[in-house]
């Protein structure tokens, strides 16, 4: 299993461009999250979905963002326009159980200026 | 959810066992405790996940007293390859919504030679 794939590893992006982040989870597995990491806050639970259906997006910080799961195997989350501080490690995670062995993907480490 | 407490920071030298203790006092009766592990510019690893008394595998062990208002993470002789943060999380695991894993700030853990 190659385990959660997501792209890029990094992005560096100009201040209100479109950024979109890419995630494909472990088949099989019907959880699928979206976490932010920052020095600052630490890691930020943004959305989760359960069979391809957003559950809990209360953590997604304002309308900017907007976050998609098309199918079983792929997750978009978007920021449109980007800010500076956006700027953070993005992490997608999934798993068969909402509170049991996440697997998280190597992050989008995402810089805008 | 319930939340957790656990220290900042921990030092440890090589060939020590290292206990990481945390508190999550109002932790709900269908809560699991879990363990997580995360080195620096990669995601959170799964370590370790219990309910109540002992648990260990390869990795480590986990101590729950009967109350279950704190718990245990213990490394048996670490090693410079051990320096990482880990988080301590409580949630349930029945899958209802909201109920997805809310990470702390996590214990620093440096150990040296």
């Known amino acids: 299993d190659a385990g959660v794939i997501q792209s890029p590893r990094h992005e560096v992006t100009e201040m209100g461009q479109e950024v979109t982040l890419r995630c494909k989870p472990i088949?099989?597995?019907?959880?699928l999250f979206w976490y932010r990491q920052t020095m600052m806050r630490g890691l930020e639970l943004l959305i989760y979905?359960?069979?391809?259906?957003?559950?809990?997006d209360s953590g997604m910080p304002e309308d900017r963002f907007s976050a998609k799961m098309p199918n079983a195997s792929f997750s978009t989350l978007k920021i449109q326009p980007s800010e500076p501080r956006d700027s953070a490690v993005y992490f997608c995670?999934?798993?068969?159980?909402?509170?049991?062995?996440?697997?998280f993907g190597s992050g989008t480490r995402l810089t805008v200026v | 959810l319930a939340k957790t407490t656990q220290p900042i920071s921990m030092d440890s030298y090589e060939g020590q066992e290292v206990n990481i203790t945390c508190s999550h006092n109002?932790?709900?009766?269908?809560?699991?405790i879990t363990w997580y592990q995360q080195f620096p510019s990669q995601g959170p690893r799964f370590i370790i996940q219990?309910?109540?008394t002992k648990v260990t595998n390869e990795v480590a062990s986990l101590f729950i007293p009967a109350d279950r208002k704190s718990s245990t993470l213990s490394l048996p002789r670490v090693s410079l390859s051990d320096t990482a943060v880990y988080y301590c999380?409580?949630?349930?695991?029945?899958?209802?919504?909201?109920?997805?894993?809310?990470f702390g700030k996590g214990t620093t853990l440096s150990v040296s030679s």
């Open positions: 979905f359960n069979n391809n259906v957003p559950i809990d």
């Open positions: 109002n932790i709900a009766t269908n809560d699991y």
């Open positions: 999380l409580v949630g349930d695991r029945r899958g209802q919504a909201g109920t997805a894993l809310i």
């Open positions: 219990g309910y109540k």
């Open positions: 088949s099989g597995h019907d959880y």
């Open positions: 995670a999934s798993s068969r159980d909402s509170a049991y062995g996440y697997t």
